[in-house]
């Protein structure tokens, strides 16, 4: 391996073990599960403000929790401007996503698109799976990749058997839900946090 | 073909090693420092499995080389330690580095 190749990968062991904490996987399971129960035209007061909390509350878990474990790092100027151009594209692509969506809803209300209507829930699940995919290349983090399968599967799921989406939703974000609370819990008792932070 | 470098004067490159950056534990903190922009002490110490004072200890020594730059703060009232391997730090380990391959390269 070139050393390229091993500051890499130093690099990636590095997002992965700050992403051990199951926060962001926490995070992502509330908020599915929150946004599978309120009426679908709640659902963007739902999505946007957790964008407040995720940047306002994110920063401070992250801080009370994950530093004081396994340590503070800023990733290299190179990957920093990687994943700004990244989160540059994929926000302004969610917002379109998330605006289409709408505009479908309040279509389909008044009359509008019926043909779609019977694919409509399908259609949140590709998004959302899309979005859980984009997460885990942003986040280095292959377990969300899992998590982009087990949304889609769950809404096709729905579409398959004709039962409400919404129950399907609740059981996948139940289970990313669970998923992050059981890696918090063995990382707060596998890393003790550390009193002294001074070299 | 390219004349040999004479097996005495090999010897002698290896001599020249910086051995600063030759130790293991100070070439592994050099490695992960430059794999990333900065990072604390947290960080170096969950990474390279050295003891706390292990690691203070090689610090302070690259810190005296002018190889990493210190920076000490507070989290509250919790002090921090903030650690970015300088220019010069960077120019030692890649030197170190085209030296071992010189000296291994010629190996049979």
Not at chain 1, 158 to 171: F, I
């Amino acid at each position: 391996m070139g050393r390229q190749g091993e500051g890499k990968t130093i690099e990636r062991r590095a997002f992965w073990n700050s992403h051990r904490d199951g926060l962001v996987d926490l995070f992502v399971g509330l908020l599915l599960a929150l946004s599978a129960l309120v009426r679908p035209d709640h659902m963007w007061w739902v999505w946007n403000s957790s964008g407040l909390v995720l940047v306002l509350g994110g920063p401070y878990f992250k801080r009370r929790i994950t530093e004081p474990r396994v340590g503070l790092f800023v990733p290299c100027e190179v990957t920093r401007n990687r994943d700004l151009l990244r989160i540059g594209c994929l926000a302004p692509a969610g917002l379109v996503v998330e605006a289409a969506l709408i505009g479908l809803l309040v279509g389909m209300k008044a009359g509008r698109f019926t043909v779609l209507e019977p694919w409509f829930p399908l259609l949140v699940g590709g998004a959302l799976a899309a979005l859980l995919a984009a997460l885990a290349g942003l986040l280095r983090l292959n377990r969300f990749l899992a998590y982009s399968a087990l949304v889609l599967a769950a809404f096709l799921l729905a579409r398959l058997t004709e039962t409400p989406a919404r129950l399907w939703a609740v059981g996948a974000s139940c289970a990313i839900t669970l998923c992050g609370l059981f890696l918090l819990v063995t990382f707060l008792s596998r890393y003790p946090p550390q009193e002294n932070m001074d070299g | 073909m390219a004349k040999q470098e004479p097996a005495a004067d090999r010897g002698r490159g290896l001599l020249e090693l910086d051995r600063l950056v030759h130790e293991p534990a100070r070439h592994l903190i050099l490695d992960l420092l430059e794999a990333v922009e900065e990072a604390d002490f947290v960080f170096l110490l969950h990474h390279s499995g050295l003891t706390r004072g292990n690691l203070s200890c090689h610090l302070a020594k690259l810190e005296e080389a002018g190889y990493v730059e210190v920076r000490k703060s507070f989290v509250g009232k919790v002090p921090r330690t903030v650690l970015r391997l300088t220019s010069a730090g960077r120019e030692a380990l890649h030197r170190y580095r085209a030296q071992m391959r010189t000296f291994m390269g010629h190996r049979p």
